[in-house]
């Protein structure tokens, strides 16, 4: 548990991005076809990836909620076409909801279009672990935390305990 929370925490702080195939973009929530606070940090941080020319694609992650007419995936690539990106440079992972599903779905897509690498881009807490879960699936996945925004405690209790629950297959 020690070496996890370090890893964590580590992670967290350290920015990796370096040229890669494509910047895939954890989902998180979306609010009628806009994204949350955290999603468009998340979104503004792979903006600036992206025009810094460390890759030419863009994957959004995401699924619907419960009653929603949107997936997050979709309401992440309205904003980024807004803001500039072409629709044509902007890939969809529309079925995932859970940090699992859209690790191995992005791994998919990318494998499909001959792409090994990404920048995955997330919070900081949650950076390790889906690193992690990418490179399971073959992806070189090098971590991009967003910045900015309040974090608990817990948030990072959560990762490590999520990292074993993986890591020792318990869930998937």
């Known amino acids: 548990m020690g070496w996890?929370?370090?890893s964590v925490w580590r992670e967290s702080r350290v920015d990796h991005a370096q040229p890669a195939g494509a910047i895939v973009v954890l989902g998180a929530a979306e609010y009628r076809g806009k994204?949350?606070?955290?999603?468009?940090a998340r979104l503004d941080h792979a903006l600036d990836l992206y025009r810094r020319g460390l890759a030419s694609r863009i994957l959004t992650t995401?699924?619907?909620?419960?009653?929603?007419?949107?997936?997050?995936?979709?309401?992440a690539r309205d904003y980024l076409v807004k803001h500039g990106v072409p629709a044509e440079n902007v890939l969809l992972e529309t079925e995932g909801t859970s940090t699992y599903q859209s690790a191995a779905a992005a791994a998919e897509i990318l494998r499909r279009l001959g792409l090994s690498s990404c920048i995955v881009v997330t919070d900081g807490y949650h950076v390790f672990r889906a690193r992690k879960m990418l490179e399971d699936r073959g992806i070189r996945a090098y971590g991009s935390p967003r910045q900015g925004g309040p974090v608990s405690i817990w948030s990072y209790v959560r990762e490590v305990v999520g990292y074993w629950v993986w890591a020792l297959h318990l869930s998937r």
């Open 62 to 75: 995401g699924g619907s909620g419960e009653n929603s007419r949107f997936t997050e995936a979709e309401a």
């Open 4 to 6: 996890a929370a370090w």
């Open 35 to 40: 994204p949350s606070p955290v999603l468009r």
